[in-house]
């Protein structure tokens, strides 16, 4: 008999104060979604609006829309509503570009500020575009900068006075291990290094205080948890008393201190819209500024208990009935430790999970052995857990993942 059984999922899933939100979602009937950690679902709100602004908007407002319908300041608005979700304040704030343009730009303008100091220092198991750019943004540089890698743990150890820019993602993309945001600012702090924090895998599943932290600098993503949609636009953070004392690399005209004034010259606007460059993608920025109105309802310390509550819940059935599988965790059980996702190795991980999405357990595969699951607590119910765990316990005591289009590889895993 099992100690967790699908009638007390059930009974949390009745008390669990978030279980409105879950109608706010298009979920299609028959799967359990539990990769939102890679792609947020739609939210019902949103085809309304894009529908707006194709055929109202823009069929019929045409140009005049960017003063009507004030598409010019969407790329501000949307920063503003996700300041709270990270803990910054208006104006810090601006939605842009991806985050590896964003990332491009505050590292370079980063060590610009911090002349004579010639290190970025990272974690070896960051997300590798963010280590691409780092390359890139090195070797742009005249190979001036070394990228230094340690191990995580190792961090706080390897900040001395070379150390221009920590750059860290707070969350592992693998294993979902989570830094200690306060704790490594400080520590570049103390020894004069900024830091840069890139917030795509915790924005919209715990809380965040970058203010509290007095972090520097960070980027973030708009398709995961905030459910902006495919490709959404990502946005960037400079903590205020930064933001005048920031050349950006890109200098665009968006960036620009009058940018319909039409100069020769470059003059950065004041504050954070120095950090815009091209025009914004009106389309897609409406998107995720229609995904963003659900967060004002949000107790973001009830969504980071029920994150919690279904990492452990996930880790407890598959301890009882994974036992032997073939499965090892890699994700830490210290909740204060990981972000919201739990990730498994399996020597078949890929087949594996090829065989769950066939079942309707959607999660995703991370080389080399990886499956991992996002935990997203907007819409995802303990039952869904519970019903998951079953499945891939079947999947694996009966070895149905074993089938050649199941090791066929895609080119998105």
């Given at each position: 008999?099992?100690?967790?059984?699908?009638?007390?999922?059930?009974?949390?899933?009745?008390?669990?104060?978030?279980?409105?939100?879950?109608?706010?979602?298009?979920?299609?009937?028959?799967?359990?979604?539990?990769?939102?950690?890679?792609?947020?679902?739609?939210?019902?709100?949103?085809?309304?609006?894009?529908?707006?602004?194709?055929?109202?908007?823009?069929?019929?407002?045409?140009?005049?829309?960017?003063?009507?319908?004030?598409?010019?300041?969407?790329?501000?608005?949307?920063?503003?509503?996700?300041?709270?979700?990270?803990?910054?304040?208006?104006?810090?704030?601006?939605?842009?570009?991806?985050?590896?343009?964003?990332?491009?730009?505050?590292?370079?303008?980063?060590?610009?500020?911090?002349?004579?100091?010639?290190?970025?220092?990272?974690?070896?198991?960051?997300?590798?575009?963010?280590?691409?750019?780092?390359?890139?943004?090195?070797?742009?540089?005249?190979?001036?900068?070394?990228?230094?890698?340690?191990?995580?743990?190792?961090?706080?150890?390897?900040?001395?006075?070379?150390?221009?820019?920590v750059m860290l993602t707070h969350v592992n993309f693998r294993n979902g291990a989570r830094h200690d945001m306060t704790a490594i600012t400080r520590a570049a702090h103390d020894k004069g290094a900024l830091v840069l924090w890139?917030?795509?895998?915790?924005?919209?599943?715990?809380?965040?205080?970058?203010?509290?932290?007095?972090?520097?600098?960070?980027?973030?993503?708009?398709?995961?948890?905030?459910?902006?949609?495919?490709?959404?636009?990502?946005?960037?953070?400079?903590?205020?008393?930064?933001?005048?004392?920031?050349?950006?690399?890109?200098?665009?005209?968006?960036?620009?201190?009058?940018?319909?004034?039409?100069?020769?010259?470059?003059?950065?606007?004041?504050?954070?819209?120095?950090?815009?460059?091209?025009?914004?993608?009106?389309?897609?920025?409406?998107?995720?500024?229609?995904?963003?109105?659900?967060?004002?309802?949000?107790?973001?310390?009830?969504?980071?208990?029920?994150s919690v509550a279904l990492a452990d819940l996930m880790i407890s059935l598959v301890d009882e009935q994974g036992r032997g599988l073939g499965l090892t965790l890699a994700t830490t059980r210290d909740a204060e430790q990981r972000?919201?996702?739990?990730?498994?190795?399996?020597?078949?991980?890929?087949?594996?999970?090829?065989?769950?999405?066939?079942?309707?357990?959607?999660?995703?595969?991370?080389?080399?052995?990886?499956?991992?699951?996002?935990?997203?607590?907007?819409?995802?119910?303990?039952?869904?857990?519970?019903?998951?765990?079953?499945?891939?316990?079947?999947?694996?005591?009966?070895?149905?993942?074993?089938?050649?289009?199941?090791?066929?590889?895609?080119?998105?895993?």
């Amino acid at each position: 008999m099992l100690m967790i059984d699908r009638k007390h999922c059930e009974d949390l899933d009745r008390r669990d104060p978030l279980a409105r939100f879950r109608e706010r979602f298009l979920l299609p009937e028959g799967v359990i979604y539990l990769d939102g950690n890679s792609l947020g679902p739609l939210l019902k709100s949103v085809p309304a609006r894009i529908g707006q602004l194709v055929e109202r908007e823009w069929g019929e407002g045409l140009i005049r829309s960017w003063n009507a319908a004030r598409w010019i300041d969407l790329p501000q608005r949307v920063g503003d509503k996700i300041a709270p979700l990270i803990g910054a304040e208006a104006g810090e704030v601006v939605a842009a570009d991806s985050t590896s343009v964003n990332l491009f730009k505050l590292l370079s303008a980063a060590l610009t500020l911090q002349r004579g100091r010639s290190i970025i220092l990272s974690e070896r198991d960051n997300f590798p575009t963010d280590l691409y750019v780092a390359q890139g943004v090195r070797d742009q540089l005249g190979c001036r900068h070394e990228l230094k890698l340690v191990d995580a743990a190792d961090i706080r150890d390897a900040i001395d006075e070379q150390v221009a820019v920590v750059m860290l993602t707070h969350v592992n993309f693998r294993n979902g291990a989570r830094h200690d945001m306060t704790a490594i600012t400080r520590a570049a702090h103390d020894k004069g290094a900024l830091v840069l924090w890139d917030l795509s895998h915790s924005v919209g599943a715990m809380p965040l205080s970058l203010g509290a932290a007095r972090a520097d600098l960070a980027i973030g993503c708009g398709y995961k948890y905030l459910n902006g949609g495919p490709g959404a636009p990502a946005f960037l953070y400079v903590r205020r008393d930064l933001q005048d004392r920031i050349r950006p690399p890109l200098s665009g005209w968006m960036g620009h201190r009058e940018p319909f004034a039409f100069v020769t010259d470059y003059a950065p606007a004041e504050g954070i819209l120095r950090n815009l460059c091209g025009t914004p993608p009106v389309l897609a920025m409406a998107a995720l500024d229609a995904a963003l109105d659900i967060w004002a309802e949000v107790d973001l310390a009830a969504l980071r208990a029920k994150s919690v509550a279904l990492a452990d819940l996930m880790i407890s059935l598959v301890d009882e009935q994974g036992r032997g599988l073939g499965l090892t965790l890699a994700t830490t059980r210290d909740a204060e430790q990981r972000g919201s996702q739990v990730s498994f190795a399996h020597p078949e991980g890929y087949a594996v999970m090829q065989a769950l999405i066939a079942r309707g357990v959607i999660g995703d595969y991370r080389a080399p052995d990886l499956i991992r699951f996002g935990l997203t607590p907007l819409y995802l119910r303990y039952v869904d857990v519970f019903d998951a765990v079953a499945i891939l316990a079947e999947i694996l005591r009966d070895r149905l993942w074993d089938r050649a289009d199941f090791k066929r590889r895609a080119k998105v895993t």
